[in-house]
């Protein structure tokens, strides 16, 4: 691989395993999301149709002995972490030359994909968008809230559970650099989960 790849061209070059592939001792349900971290799949366990999660890291990811170490080092303290707004890791391995995370099944949709629907649904005809006027904007002119849709008080929930699960990462002393949409996970419920915690720190120089 090119040294001069781009974060972009690292991503576009890993394959995508499709709906019922086989991958090691699992069984592809779907993609859940895709992200310089690596690509996050449903899987079921073969041998007894357990629900999980993979992360999938980026091919040079596995090529790089230091990375490797680091990254074997991360899974360890990571799999240590409990969190009700964490998506938990429970173990690593290396399935089919590339180095993986086994995680908890994810039920939700990645914040990216949630945000990316609800500005669709703008472009379809802003039936789904809270729209609002102000005192400033008497002439019914339509304001974009800055929630992008998502209401106020959801949002708040979200940043509120955010600011929560990196707390709990800064006391356990695990380095979490960013968050990105594409790893935060909202269920039909509510419910909001951060995935990979602290994995961009490892993989960011090294990588990209």
């Not at 995508?16 to 993609?31: A, I, K, S």
């Not at 995370?101 to 629907?117: A, C, H, N, Y």
């Not at 998502?150 to 929560?164: C, H, M, R, S």
Request: aromatic letters at 8%; hydrophobic letters at 40%; charged letters at 25%.
């Amino acid at each position: 691989m090119d040294s001069s790849d781009t974060p972009t061209d690292i991503l576009a070059k890993d394959v995508v395993l499709q709906h019922g592939e086989e991958f090691g001792e699992y069984c592809v349900e779907d993609c859940v999301t895709s992200g310089l971290m690596g690509r996050i799949y449903r899987v079921l366990h073969m041998d007894n149709s357990e629900a999980y999660s993979i992360c999938v890291l980026p091919h040079r990811a596995s090529k790089d002995a230091r990375l490797g170490g680091r990254l074997r080092r991360y899974a360890q303290q990571a799999s240590e972490l409990v969190h009700p707004n964490l998506v938990n890791i429970i173990e690593w391995k290396i399935i089919r030359g590339r180095f993986c995370l086994i995680m908890e099944p994810i039920t939700g949709s990645s914040l990216q994909k949630v945000r990316r629907d609800k500005l669709q649904d703008l472009d379809e005809g802003f039936d789904a968008i809270e729209w609002e006027t102000t005192e400033e904007h008497t002439s019914g002119e339509i304001v974009i809230p800055s929630t992008f849709g998502f209401g106020e008080q959801w949002a708040k929930e979200i940043v509120t559970n955010l600011v929560e699960v990196l707390t709990y990462l800064q006391e356990k002393r695990l380095a979490h650099s960013a968050l990105s949409p594409d790893y935060i996970f909202v269920d039909s419920s509510g419910r909001v989960q951060s995935a990979l915690g602290g994995l961009l720190a490892v993989l960011g120089r090294p990588l990209f």
